[in-house]
């Protein structure tokens, strides 16, 4: 099993659609969750951070947790064609004896106007 | 403020050749990661600084990568006698203090050995 997993997609939605993006992770005492942006060529951006169970707001951005199934989202509000990009969740673990952060491979998203 | 800084943006290399690649961090921040990106895959995790030093090396691929850190700043990574399996965007990270805390990318170095 993956530590960190996520559909690749695509997943195509219509702008102005709510776009949802899931993730799970395998270490039950994982503690953060971070969502990071990648447009195509360039690095990983930082959009979202969660720490507790619920929901996290931040304009059109909601990111959702829920520690007892592992799982984490992202869903994206008046999704536009600029949010065409690929979504990486990542998530502290310390499976390797060491607290580090681990991605997914993420999820392509793509926006058509 | 400024972000992270990586140098060089672009590098070709012959294979056999060593390379340095350097990260300059956000101002403050004590813990600094590398990731290596191949294309089309995920983020591989390299190594971690905390200050100057490297609680966690488990990501090294093989002992021709060493990364050292000084002054609890800058950063360089050094691939010795390059293999074209090396080939990959290499991304460095900072964070206030440990994984807890948001990391920022900077723009990375794309790394390619003929």
């Known amino acids: 099993q993956k530590e960190v997993e996520q559909n690749s997609g695509p997943l195509s939605v219509p702008e102005g659609a709510i776009a949802s993006l899931n993730c799970t992770y395998s270490?039950?005492?994982?503690?953060?969750f971070f969502w990071y942006r990648q447009y195509s060529g360039k690095s990983p951006e930082l959009i979202m951070s969660i720490y507790s169970n619920g929901d996290k707001e931040d304009g059109r951005f909601t990111a959702q947790l829920n520690k007892a199934s592992q799982y984490v989202s992202l869903l994206i509000r008046d999704s536009q064609p600029s949010d065409s990009a690929t979504y990486l969740c990542a998530v502290s673990t310390m499976n390797t004896g060491f607290q580090k952060l681990v991605f997914g491979t993420g999820t392509r998203l793509l926006v058509s106007p | 403020g400024a972000g992270v800084s990586q140098s060089p943006s672009n590098k070709v290399t012959e294979k056999g050749k060593d390379v340095e690649l350097r990260c300059d961090p956000i101002s403050g921040h004590t813990a600094l990661y590398w990731y290596r990106q191949s294309l089309g895959q995920g983020l591989e995790f390299l190594i971690y600084?905390?200050?100057?030093?490297?609680?966690?090396k488990s990501g090294l691929p093989s002992d021709r990568f060493s990364a050292e850190r000084t002054g609890g700043s800058v950063s360089t990574l050094t691939i010795q006698r390059t293999q074209q399996e090396d080939s990959a965007v290499y991304l460095c990270?900072?964070?206030?203090?440990?994984?807890?805390?948001?990391?920022?990318f900077g723009p990375g170095t794309r790394l390619t050995v003929t």
């Open positions: 600084f905390q200050g100057n030093s490297a609680p966690d």
């Open positions: 270490d039950r005492v994982s503690q953060s």
């Open positions: 990270a900072s964070s206030l203090s440990g994984v807890s805390y948001e990391q920022y």
